[in-house]
């Protein structure tokens, strides 16, 4: 049962133009919701996160919104650079159990020069 | 700040002998690590969580007799990989959080290492 999902396995996108990275989720107790950057062999990068007492958070070009009632959350990176080529996992943890992090099966994004 | 190194990046190591993978965190006190195995084009599958002084959790299908984990220090966490073959092979990444504050729910990654078992 995949209960963080990434529906999108990968993503092409222009140059200067807005990257935008789909997750969905399906547990409501998950509370904090992450996005790593991963290139191969390599261990994932730390994005960007956001609790789910918010509806969005920002950090320079990444901003991640959140959308409860849907149980959706989206990764927009604008303006896209090449160098933003990876893949892009979304993660998702609930208080107790450690609070270990539930992995989406990933988005491989291709920024075209 | 944040950084988690991984010794070795990679081994190679014959059928039957076993390996031992050191994750540290070098900037911060990591009261829980994290070990996870990735396979080509696949997510990251989490194995076992290890705290401070305590014993690790292993995750259903993971045979602890098989990954030994020592988490013995607030820098420091070991995964050995015993009796190790071919199946085994695989990159190993490690992940470590701090115990307080906001970076809680942050887990930070090592750069995995890369078993081959011939």
């Known amino acids: 049962d995949q209960q963080v999902k990434q529906n999108s396995p990968s993503l092409s996108v222009q140059e200067g133009r807005i990257s935008i990275l789909n997750c969905d989720y399906t547990n409501s107790m998950f509370d904090y919701f992450l996005w790593y950057k991963k290139y191969p062999a390599e261990g994932p990068t730390f994005l960007i996160s956001?609790?789910?007492i918010k509806d969005k958070n920002e950090d320079g070009r990444f901003t991640v919104f959140l959308n409860k009632s849907a149980k959706h959350l989206s990764l927009h990176i604008v303006p896209s650079q090449p160098g933003d080529s990876a893949v892009y996992f979304c993660a998702a943890s609930r208080a107790g159990n450690n609070r270990k992090l539930i992995w989406g099966l990933g988005t491989s994004l291709a920024v075209n020069p | 700040g944040a950084v988690v190194s991984q010794h070795p990046s990679w081994v190679i190591c014959k059928s039957g002998t076993s390996v031992k993978i050191e994750c540290r965190s070098l900037d911060f006190q990591a009261t829980t690590m994290f070990w996870y195995r990735q396979f080509p084009k696949q997510s990251l599958m989490l194995m076992a969580t290890?705290?401070?002084?305590?014993?690790?959790?292993?995750e259903q299908g993971v045979e602890k007799d098989k990954f030994l984990i020592n988490h013995a220090s607030l820098t420091l966490s070991t995964l050995t990989v015993t009796s190790a073959h071919p199946e085994d092979s695989s990159f190993y990444i490690c992940?470590?959080?701090?115990?307080?504050?906001?970076?809680?729910?942050?887990?930070?990654f090592g750069p995995g290492t890369r078993l081959t078992v011939l």
């Open positions: 956001i609790s789910s």
């Open positions: 992940s470590a959080r701090e115990g307080e504050g906001i970076s809680y729910n942050e887990q930070f």
């Open positions: 290890s705290n401070e002084g305590s014993k690790a959790t292993y």
